[in-house]
C-alpha cells in the first residue's frame, strides 16, 4: 500500500485515460501509474478487458490481469451508445493523455481518432498502439503478441535449428508498452517546456510489428550484410562464443559468457585449464570462436560436469567470467536477490492481497504507489462525480446501460482503504 508520507510520484497529477485489452496498453499504462499518474481504465460493462479472463490462478483472478493492472481506476462504459461515448468526452476533457489499443480503424468508427481528437482536445496526448501500424498491405489485421513476433522473424532466431520457439514473456506487447510510456514522458516533456507555443507535438502511434523489428535489429543487420540467416542457438548466441548453459556434477545448470577475447583467455586457461585452446590460433578471435563453437563447448561441458554449480560459480567470480544458475520460475520467487533487497510488495485487490513486484526503477525518496488492482468497474460512480455528474445522472446512465451496474466487492472480501 502506499505510504502516505511517501513524496509525490513525479507524474502525480497527469490524469490517463485509457481504452485498453490484453498486455501492450495495459503494461504502458501501468508504468504511468507506477510513477504517481492516474490513470481511468475504461471497460466494458460486459466482462471489461479480456485478459480478466485469461485463467483465474491468483485468488480467482488471471494473472496476467493482475500482473498489468495493478494502480488504476476501472470505470464501465458501453462505447457503442451515445451516452457512453459522451461520458467518454467528459472525462477527456479534463484529462492529459488518451492510450489505446482497440482492432485496427475502431478509434476511428467511435470518433476519437487521433486527428478528431487533436481538434476537440489540442493539449491531449493520444496514444495509439496497433500490429502493423498504418499504410501497409497488413494495417488491417489484428495482431497478437505470437503473430508478431511470427512475423518478425523473433520465432526464427529463438529455439533450435528446425525447432523455432517463441519468446517466453510476451516480448512484443511489453516492449511496445513501454515505447509507448517511453512516447507519452517525452510529449509531456515538450508540453511543459513549449506551453502557450503553437504547433506542440500531441499524437504518438506505435506498432508491435514497428517495435519488434527494431527489437530484430542485431540479427536483420546482420544478415542484410552477411546474406545468411542466423540459425537459433538455444541457450547461446550466434554473435558471441563461447556463451552458453551447461550441466554440473550436482545436476544444475550454469551460464558461462564471455564477451571479449581477454575473458575467453581466463576462462580457458584459470577456469577449466585448458592453456592448449587458449593458445590455439582458431580460437584467439570471437570469429574463429564462433566458427568452432562445438569444441569449445565440449571442453567447458567437460570441466563443469566434474564440479558442482556452488565451485563453478566461484571459481567464474574469482576470475571475473559472467555466469548465473538456470533458474525456474518456481525458484525465482524465492531468488535471494530479490529478498535481500525486499522487492516483493503486497497489493491490494477485489479477492484480498496478493504478492507483487516492485517496478524497475528505483527513484531515490520515491516509493512507487502499488495501487490495487481494480475489480471491474469498482470506481465509476466515484470517477464521474469527481468529473462533475451528479448521482442521478449517474443513475441515468446505469439505467440506460451506458455504465455497468453499481460496484458490489466479492463477500467475504475485506477490502483495505485506499
Same mark, same amino acid.
Request: glycine content about 10%; hydrophobic content about 35%.
Given at each position: 500500500m502506499?505510504? /502516505?508520507?511517501s /513524496?509525490e510520484?513525479?507524474?502525480s497529477g497527469?490524469?490517463?485515460?485509457t481504452?485498453?485489452?490484453? @498486455?501492450?496498453?495495459?503494461m504502458?499504462t ?9 490513470v481511468?481504465?475504461?471497460?466494458n460493462p460486459?466482462?471489461?478487458?479480456f485478459?480478466?479472463?485469461?485463467? %483465474?490462478v491468483v485468488?480467482g ?5 493482475? $500482473? ?5 481506476v476501472s ?5 457503442k451508445?451515445d451516452a457512453g461515448?459522451?461520458t467518454?468526452?467528459?472525462l =477527456?476533457a479534463?484529462s ?9 480503424g475502431?478509434t476511428a468508427r467511435?470518433g476519437?481518432?487521433?486527428e478528431d =481528437?487533436?481538434e476537440r ?8 498502439i496497433?500490429g502493423?501500424?498504418p499504410g501497409?498491405p497488413?494495417?488491417?489485421k489484428?495482431a497478437y503478441?505470437l503473430?508478431?513476433?511470427?512475423e ?7 529455439g533450435y535449428p ?7 514473456? /510476451?516480448v ?5 508498452g513501454?515505447y509507448?510510456a517511453?512516447s507519452? =514522458?517525452?510529449?509531456?516533456c515538450g508540453?511543459e517546456r513549449?506551453?502557450g507555443?503553437a504547433?506542440a507535438?500531441s499524437?504518438?502511434? @506505435?506498432s ?6 527494431e527489437i530484430?535489429?542485431?540479427?536483420l543487420?546482420?544478415t542484410?550484410?552477411?546474406?545468411v540467416?542466423?540459425q537459433?542457438?538455444?541457450?547461446s548466441?550466434?554473435? @558471441?562464443?563461447?556463451?552458453g548453459?551447461?550441466?554440473?556434477a550436482d %545436476?544444475?545448470?550454469v ?8 575473458? $575467453?583467455q ?5 577456469i ?6 587458449a593458445d ?5 578471435t ?11 563447448d %565440449?571442453a567447458i561441458?567437460? $570441466? ?6 556452488e565451485?563453478?560459480q ?10 548465473a544458475?538456470?533458474n525456474?520460475p518456481s525458484? @525465482? ?6 529478498k535481500?533487497r525486499?522487492?516483493?510488495?503486497e497489493?491490494d485487490?477485489?479477492n484480498?492481497?496478493i504478492e507483487?513486484?516492485?517496478? /524497475? ?5 520515491? %516509493?512507487p504507489?502499488m495501487g490495487?488492482?481494480?475489480?471491474l468497474g469498482e ?9 462533475g455528474l ?7 446512465l446505469?439505467a440506460?446501460g451506458?455504465?455497468?451496474p453499481?460496484y458490489?466487492?466479492p463477500?467475504?472480501?475485506?477490502r483495505q482503504?485506499?
Amino acid at each position: 500500500m502506499t505510504d /502516505p508520507t511517501s /513524496p509525490e510520484g513525479p507524474l502525480s497529477g497527469i490524469t490517463v485515460v485509457t481504452l485498453e485489452q490484453a @498486455v501492450s496498453a495495459p503494461m504502458c499504462t501501468r508504468t504511468l501509474a507506477d510513477f504517481g499518474a492516474r490513470v481511468i481504465k475504461i471497460e466494458n460493462p460486459r466482462g471489461g478487458d479480456f485478459a480478466r479472463d485469461y485463467d %483465474d490462478v491468483v485468488n480467482g483472478m488471471a494473472a496476467h490481469f493482475v $500482473w498489468a493492472n495493478r494502480g488504476k481506476v476501472s470505470v464501465t462504459l458501453d462505447l457503442k451508445s451515445d451516452a457512453g461515448i459522451a461520458t467518454l468526452h467528459t472525462l =477527456l476533457a479534463s484529462s492529459d493523455v488518451l492510450v489505446s489499443n482497440l482492432a485496427p480503424g475502431a478509434t476511428a468508427r467511435l470518433g476519437i481518432s487521433q486527428e478528431d =481528437l487533436a481538434e476537440r482536445y489540442p493539449d491531449l496526448i493520444a496514444v495509439e498502439i496497433d500490429g502493423y501500424g498504418p499504410g501497409g498491405p497488413m494495417s488491417h489485421k489484428r495482431a497478437y503478441d505470437l503473430l508478431v513476433q511470427a512475423e518478425s522473424g523473433a520465432c526464427a532466431v529463438t529455439g533450435y535449428p528446425g525447432m523455432p520457439a517463441k519468446p517466453g514473456p /510476451p516480448v512484443a506487447d511489453i516492449s511496445t508498452g513501454l515505447y509507448a510510456a517511453v512516447s507519452i =514522458l517525452a510529449l509531456l516533456c515538450g508540453r511543459e517546456r513549449h506551453r502557450g507555443r503553437a504547433g506542440a507535438l500531441s499524437s504518438v502511434s @506505435v506498432s508491435l510489428f514497428d517495435t519488434m523489428t527494431e527489437i530484430m535489429g542485431y540479427p536483420l543487420t546482420y544478415t542484410r550484410y552477411s546474406g545468411v540467416d542466423q540459425q537459433p542457438r538455444g541457450m547461446s548466441s550466434p554473435a @558471441v562464443s563461447p556463451y552458453g548453459a551447461y550441466r554440473t556434477a550436482d %545436476d544444475q545448470t550454469v551460464v558461462l559468457g564471455t564477451t571479449n577475447d581477454r575473458e $575467453w583467455q581466463r576462462l580457458a586457461r584459470e577456469i577449466i585449464g585448458r592453456d592448449d585452446l587458449a593458445d590455439d590460433e582458431r580460437f584467439h578471435t570471437n570469429a574463429g570462436r564462433c566458427e568452432h563453437r562445438e569444441v569449445l563447448d %565440449d571442453a567447458i561441458a567437460r $570441466w563443469c560436469a566434474l564440479h558442482p554449480l556452488e565451485h563453478v560459480q566461484k571459481i567464474a567470480d574469482d576470475a571475473g567470467i559472467g555466469n548465473a544458475r538456470y533458474n525456474l520460475p518456481s525458484e @525465482v520467487l524465492v531468488h535471494p536477490q530479490l529478498k535481500a533487497r525486499n522487492r516483493w510488495r503486497e497489493v491490494d485487490s477485489p479477492n484480498g492481497p496478493i504478492e507483487a513486484l516492485l517496478p /524497475p526503477p528505483v527513484i531515490a525518496g520515491f %516509493d512507487p504507489p502499488m495501487g490495487a488492482v481494480p475489480g471491474l468497474g469498482e470506481h465509476t460512480a466515484q470517477v464521474l462525480a469527481d468529473a462533475g455528474l451528479r448521482p442521478e445522472q449517474i443513475e441515468d446512465l446505469r439505467a440506460q446501460g451506458a455504465i455497468g451496474p453499481a460496484y458490489r466487492f466479492p463477500e467475504s472480501t475485506v477490502r483495505q482503504s485506499r
